[in-house]
């Protein structure tokens, strides 16, 4: 009994210590950018429809150039602030409440869905200004 007590404390140990390397890594390898790191030129536009793009400004306040209009068509509303998330970007209504959500796909690209089926693409715009 003695034996079979030291290993399943022995495996609790190793749970343990698992588990704390699990949540470590996994909070190590989501970064959360601050708005000064997305702030710029953002061109927003339907996948499959690059046609009708629109650029937008993210200032480093966290609200938008008045360019933010055009975001109103596929998402119903104007959103008029931001926020960086760990894993994507929140696009927040006038009331406080989400917008959109728009995860990381890779650096400079962030997709959401709206309207069910339809994908709000979100990529870095290398434009000198929009304000």
């Not at 008045?66 to 009331?95: E, F, N, V």
Request: net charge positive; hydrophobic share 45%.
């Amino acid at each position: 009994m003695n034996t079979a007590y030291r290993f399943i404390q022995a495996m609790g140990c190793v749970a343990a210590l698992l588990l704390t390397t699990t949540e470590s890594a996994m909070a190590s390898s989501l970064m959360l950018l601050s708005p000064a790191q997305v702030a710029g030129n953002w061109t927003f536009y339907l996948q499959g429809a690059e046609q009708d793009a629109c650029t937008v400004k993210l200032k480093k306040d966290r609200t938008f150039s008045a360019q933010a209009r055009c975001l109103h068509a596929w998402l119903g509303r104007t959103p008029t602030t931001w926020s960086p998330t760990p894993d994507g970007i929140l696009l927040i209504a006038k009331d406080g409440t989400q917008s959109l959500f728009l995860a990381l796909r890779e650096a400079g690209l962030y997709e959401g869905a709206v309207d069910g089926a339809k994908t709000l693409i979100m990529k870095r715009a290398h434009l000198q200004s929009v304000n």
